[in-house]
């Protein structure tokens, strides 16, 4: 058999992530493979969770990235909190709402729907009506950044709510982690996952999660095993748990957590404020040049999140042809709407590395040509 | 908070995996992250699957590496081939066989374990009596190369058995695959999964799988669905499938698949043969250097693992004062015991790119000095 190295095409990626990987990350993903139980690497390890606590603004001791990708993270919230009964709130306003759902009902949860269009944040009155027509409620979950349509909804507010009902809540970050403003411990978040190659601009393959001590009670006390072994973080935390002696649980992915770990130093460099200012900046800058392109947004000014641009696809356009011109003519890629907005909008990413003003102006003057 | 780019120390793996990985594969890494849903990335999956195929010697479409290390890949068998109550004869020699277990119990199956001892091969006479004795058995679930003892299994007639009783098997290769014979379709195998960490040498966080059409036909068929939605391998194909045409189910770790790819592309050019040859040589290198210093195997010589070698520490020497010493004083890393064999036994690893003599000879001459 005949085969060759692969070279990757040039690409600027601008679509719902992965974004813009920065060659520092690149390079430390290259550097020396080392095992995953060397004290070396134990101690880049307790790095990574410092700087994840920075990340998500919380003093959570479990916080860590599971060795998979955001799906997994998903999962792991859902699978460690969820015992079959439990009656989960789980509110749909995109995609991702949706694969909650899944989740609970795969695990033996019973979901409780609270629907919204998709493009709008999530209703608090919604949800907490649900609560009050489900007293028996245990857990609330939500999606702050939805990536499917790019509406952020009022985290604080609806962990409030959920709070104030007694239950625990499992938050959806993987678009908004140093993108947009989080704060874990403040806003009383129980169970938060994210994805490495958003925001952060990490290569993907890693999710940050984070869970304050309810959450970690709930699935120590479980009645029944959590279904998945790989996740079940009563044994995760034995090898991402406190001090230095580590359990031998899985393999972790040892070159994709030096990436990790050195976009988080970078985001430490630029301080996470300044992260979300940037986000916000570069996003008003596209606004403004879309809008003189007569190019409108799917979701409302106030619920808009800077790091996805969801965008009508111009009447006179063809969404292949256009995102295929973009790609092949500029090397620029932007993402095509998923689900029920397919064919009906883009997703323009602005995440990490790749909400830079150089890159708004390539992308507008692009779409310009090829629309 | 004020943080510092993480520089890995030098170190020789010769422990259970990760091994050393090529220079090659580390700049494969390190190139531009492109998504994971571009054109030139889906004909980068495509080679993949090919030479993977190359590498388990199978014409299984469904052959393809799961977004996790190889705990997922293991999760990932189970969860989609046992439904609640099903019966699986589940062969334990060692921690990984006790793992699988944990697996079909998790996901509501029965287990019915065959035991042999630590360091011994499974027993096939034994299996084929729990087959006997359980006529309801759906699944046989064996390790091929036992990580934790360092023993192999006789693959192809434990499948046979399996096959003859009517039952599917589930495969673990996670230590054999490139670095022992091992032939999928010749041999039946239904289900199989690797780690790409060991002996293709790429850095950990994937895990190889291959489903036979009788396999693809128990998952397809299910009554219940998949209690996992990350590794539910009706919704994974669809994202690795035929064709040009790929839907999305989770963002793939980009980077880490350039890695396994390079790996693949080593593999072919050295051939497969030709690198089952190479672990067996320096094996036997190492076996003739430890028997002059006195050192003994666990596991008996027609089943030892070329790959793994599982010595006992030797009586006036102290564990972990010799495996800090081999780490701080030369730079290796060896295995410790696991389970029942911590502190009993060291494990040597000479996977992949580390099965070099050269490093047989830096292991001895440590060894000789820690001891």
Chains 1, 2 share one sequence.
């Not at 190659?197 to 940050?208: D, H, V």
């Not at 460099?269 to 947004?297: F, M, P, Q, T, V």
């Not at 095509?336 to 992308?363: F, P, Q, Y």
Request: hydrophobic share 40%; with cysteine.
């Amino acid at each position: 058999m005949k085969m060759k190295s692969f070279t990757p095409p040039k690409r600027l990626l601008m679509g719902p992530g992965p974004s813009d990987v920065h060659t520092r990350i690149l390079n430390a993903m290259a550097r020396q493979t080392i095992g995953h139980l060397d004290p070396a690497f134990i101690e880049m390890m307790d790095e990574t969770k410092q700087m994840l606590k920075y990340a998500f603004i919380t003093e959570n001791e479990l916080t860590m990235p599971i060795s998979a990708p955001g799906s997994a993270g998903m999962e792991a919230c859902f699978a460690n909190l969820v015992e079959p009964g439990d009656k989960v709130i789980v509110c749909i306003n995109g995609v991702f709402g949706t694969r909650m759902k899944e989740n609970v009902i795969r695990v033996g949860g019973v979901a409780v729907i609270v629907n919204d269009d998709w493009g709008k944040p999530v209703d608090p009155e919604k949800v907490e009506q649900a609560l009050i027509d489900n007293p028996d409620a245990k857990i609330v979950s939500f999606v702050h950044a939805e990536t499917s349509t790019g509406a952020i909804s009022d985290a604080k507010l609806l962990c409030e709510i959920a709070n104030k009902h007694g239950c625990l809540n499992i938050v959806d970050a993987v678009t908004s982690l140093a993108g947009s403003e989080l704060r874990v411990d403040d806003w009383g978040i129980d169970a938060i996952y994210s994805g490495s190659q958003k925001c952060l601009s990490a290569m993907p393959g890693l999710s940050p999660v984070s869970f304050s001590d309810r959450a970690i009670h709930k699935f120590t006390h479980r009645k029944t095993p959590v279904t998945s072994w790989f996740l079940d973080l009563n044994l995760v935390m034995g090898y991402w748990g406190k001090g230095a002696k580590r359990a031998y649980h899985h393999t972790a992915p040892v070159n994709t957590l030096y990436g990790l770990h050195e976009s988080l130093v970078m985001l430490t460099e630029e301080g996470l404020e300044n992260s979300w200012a940037r986000h916000k900046k570069n996003h008003k800058h596209l606004r403004d040049g879309l809008s003189k392109l007569g190019i409108h947004y799917l979701v409302d000014e106030s619920s808009r999140l800077p790091q996805l641009n969801s965008v009508f696809i111009p009447e006179e356009s063809d969404d292949a042809k256009v995102r295929s011109s973009l790609m092949n003519d500029f090397n620029i890629e932007i993402g095509s709407g998923l689900g029920d907005l397919a064919g009906i909008i883009w997703r323009i990413g602005l995440m990490g590395h790749t909400s830079r003003k150089e890159n708004v102006e390539l992308c507008l003057s692009a779409l310009q040509e090829a629309i």
